[in-house]
Structures are given as structure tokens and as C-alpha cells.
């Protein structure tokens, strides 16, 4: 299991936590996204051998935010 920490900007609020978890937590080999609206990020934790960080990006940029 790999854990990254992806620095998004524009969360504010507990929705905005709650829709970028959620986009995270329904890619396959994402087993756990915990948003840090303080720190404006979220912490993943991965299988490598089924999502690669492009695609938690473009989860995280469906739901309207933007991944710095």
C-alpha cells in the first residue's frame, strides 16, 4: 500500500470534503482519502498496481477543484 498527499485547492467547506473523498473512495485500490481543509489536502492511500496518482488528480478535478 503507497500513501500520497495531494494538495488541492478551493475545499472549504465539509461538502467539499465530503465530494472529494467520496470521488477518491470509488476509484479501484483507493482504500482510504482523508481531506485536511487547514492544509488543503488530502492524503491517500493507494494500491499502485490498480489507480496511478494521474487518476486520483482527475477524480479530484471532476468534482470542480483544482490539484497544484
Avoid at 478551493?10 to 485500490?29: F, I
Avoid at 481543509?37 to 470542480?64: F, T
Wanted: charged share 30%.
Amino acid at each position: 500500500m503507497n500513501t500520497t498527499s495531494i494538495k488541492v485547492e478551493g475545499m472549504t467547506c465539509g461538502h467539499c470534503k465530503s465530494s472529494v473523498e467520496g470521488a477518491l473512495g470509488k476509484l479501484s485500490g483507493v482504500s482510504k482519502a482523508e481531506v485536511d481543509l487547514e492544509a488543503n489536502k488530502v492524503s491517500v492511500e493507494y494500491d499502485e498496481d490498480q489507480v496511478n496518482v494521474d487518476e486520483m488528480n482527475e477524480a479530484i478535478e471532476e468534482q470542480g477543484y483544482d490539484v497544484v
